[in-house]
Nanobody, 122 residues
Framework: VQLQASGGGLVQAGGSLRLSCAAS????????MAWYRQAPGQQRELVAA???????TYADSVKGRFTISRDNAKNTVYLQMNSLKPEDTGVYYC?????????????????WGRGTLVTVSS
């Protein structure tokens, strides 16, 4: 299974971006998908996760601003990011797991994309 993330870029504070992550190879192995981010010098942290039945979870810092969704027919997960803040800056990684339940630990995920950089300027 391969995960390809896209959609990162430079945006001003208050702006929006939408990230996409397409699964290929054998995407039927993936049930839960998630977005993590890693700021310079920081640990990778969960941003949001979604199961195949669209159960979701969000980090407290992004609730009300970010929305995770998926298109199972396209094997793609999205992260709509609104009202972006400078502290949202980081490399955003897409992750996938075969288990169909919300998972929050990095070690819970078997598949990882290469990441896409999001930079929010003040």
């Amino acid at each position: 299974v391969q995960l390809q993330a896209s959609g990162g870029g430079l945006v001003q504070a208050g702006g929006s971006l939408r990230l996409s992550c397409a699964a290929s190879g054998n995407p039927l192995h993936i049930n839960t998908m998630a977005w993590y981010r890693q700021a310079p010098g920081q640990q990778r942290e969960l941003v949001a996760a979604i199961t195949s039945r669209a159960n979701t979870t969000y980090a407290d810092s992004v609730k009300g601003r970010f929305t995770i969704s998926r298109d199972n027919a396209k094997n793609t997960v999205y992260l709509q990011m609104n009202s972006l803040k400078p502290e949202d800056t980081g490399v955003y990684y897409c992750a996938g797991d075969s288990r169909d339940k919300i998972a929050t630990l990095v070690l819970d995920y078997d598949y990882w994309g290469r990441g896409t950089l999001v930079t929010v300027s003040s």
